[in-house]
């Protein structure tokens, strides 16, 4: 079953903290990332809005671990937004 999330966040840079990132560095990177299937991101009054397909929940959870909550907890507060919920083919379809 795929699983769809959604990432809802300030758009923030390098130089704005402590780990050098960038907003769109938390987000995963198509043909790296292994089973993400797409990456679309898009900007919007200051925010990225990032929707990927996953090929799966473990590989959306590998991805969204413990340790990238704590840095989007660093990065944006309680200003970002994460969705991860599953795709229903049979819907789709």
Not at 13 to 28: A, K, V
Not at 55 to 73: L, Q
Request: proline share 2%; aromatic share 10%; charged share 20%.
């Amino acid at each position: 079953m795929r699983y769809l999330a959604i990432l809802d966040c300030p758009v923030i840079f390098s130089g704005e903290n402590s780990y050098r990132m960038t907003s769109i560095d938390m987000c995963p990177s198509a043909g790296i990332t292994a089973g993400l299937i797409s990456r679309h991101v898009k900007v919007v009054d200051g925010r990225l809005i990032a929707v990927c397909i996953w090929t799966s929940e473990t590989c959306c959870r590998d991805f969204y671990d413990s340790a990238w909550y704590a840095k989007a907890s660093d990065l944006w507060g309680d200003q970002y937004q994460l969705r991860i919920e599953a795709i229903d083919e049979t819907q789709a379809a």
